[in-house]
């Protein structure tokens, strides 16, 4: 990860002082750096030897950069990471033009590679998590949204990114198609058993370690596994309880959407969703030969899980 911290180093210069600023702040702010890990060890796990895998792995990492600088605007949010967010620090202007800027970085250094195979599929990726993004924005404050349309968003938003990393890390690792799909579904599924866990999270980590406000989607009246379960699976009194809270926003049901959350199960519901989904991306990976990497990837499905931040 050292090769790849040092791409991104030297790929956010800029003679704007105020982009470099801000660029730099979000970048070093901490993150797992999971799927650029996920492109490194892809490859690693296909016998590749280059160096162009640290390229691509920059370029995840920008792109899943740009996004957050993009989400803490629309969601007003102003703790990420444990941290300030930056357009707290910066305001909203500075954190959408440099959303912008990362995007455009990536894409410069994807054009750099030529290879179009790697360009599809990353101009694929990024419109459909803006699509993700915007589904997301139109669910908020909807108490009817259900489960399948919960999925559809966090697939778009999140698990995307996660395909298209592994993707090309099989893309650059040379695998034939076959291999390459089920490198796909790995990824699909790991994120999205990811993205469970966060909104698992969000009812029951602490801020210390989550680096976020505990129910800061509910205060952004967003329509998550958990609350979709208690309006499906509580009491009327319960369902009320959450419907309420989504279509207001706000955190001034929180305590008895917690109760209501606790009451019925839908934390350990919302886990095991996840569990499934781990599964499924372990299972993806069965072909493989044995090797360091695929135990390393073999892993981050079981942390997707079973993380407390």
């Not at 016998?47 to 740009?66: D, V």
Request: charged fraction near 25%.
């Amino acid at each position: 990860m050292q090769a790849v911290d040092a791409v991104i180093r030297k790929r956010l210069h800029s003679d704007v002082a105020l982009v470099r600023q801000v660029a730099e702040y979000i970048i070093n702010a901490g993150g797992k750096r999971l799927r650029p890990a996920l492109v490194l060890l892809c490859a690693g796990a296909l016998g590749y030897k280059g160096s162009r895998h640290h390229e691509l792995a920059a370029i995840i990492e920008f792109i899943h950069t740009a996004t957050l600088l993009h989400d803490d605007v629309v969601d007003e949010s102003d703790l990420r990471r444990g941290h300030e967010t930056a357009n707290a620090l910066f305001g909203n202007a500075a954190s959408v033009l440099v959303g912008d800027f990362l995007y455009s970085r990536s894409f410069q250094m994807m054009v750099e590679l030529g290879d179009m195979h790697i360009m599809r599929v990353l101009s694929d990726a990024t419109n459909i998590i803006a699509e993700g993004e915007v589904l997301q924005l139109m669910n908020c404050h909807d108490a009817d949204v259900d489960e399948l349309r919960y999925l559809q968003v966090i697939r778009y938003k999140t698990a995307k990114l996660f395909e298209a990393a592994s993707q090309l890390g099989a893309i650059i690792g040379g695998a034939d198609p076959e291999t390459e799909r089920s490198l796909v579904d790995y990824g699909t599924h790991l994120g999205t058993a990811f993205q469970l866990i966060d909104d698992v999270l969000d009812y029951s980590g602490t801020e210390a370690e989550t680096g976020k406000h505990l129910g800061d989607d509910l205060a952004e009246g967003k329509p998550t596994l958990p609350l979709i379960y208690v309006m499906q699976n509580g009491t009327p009194a319960q369902a009320e309880c959450v419907r309420k809270a989504i279509e207001h926003g706000g955190r001034e049901d929180f305590p008895g959407v917690l109760a209501a959350i606790h009451a019925t199960g839908a934390l350990e519901h919302t886990q095991k969703q996840a569990s499934k989904e781990a599964e499924r991306a372990a299972a993806a990976l069965e072909w493989l030969p044995a090797s360091t990497h695929k135990d390393s990837l073999l892993e981050l499905s079981a942390f997707a899980v079973d993380r407390s931040f």
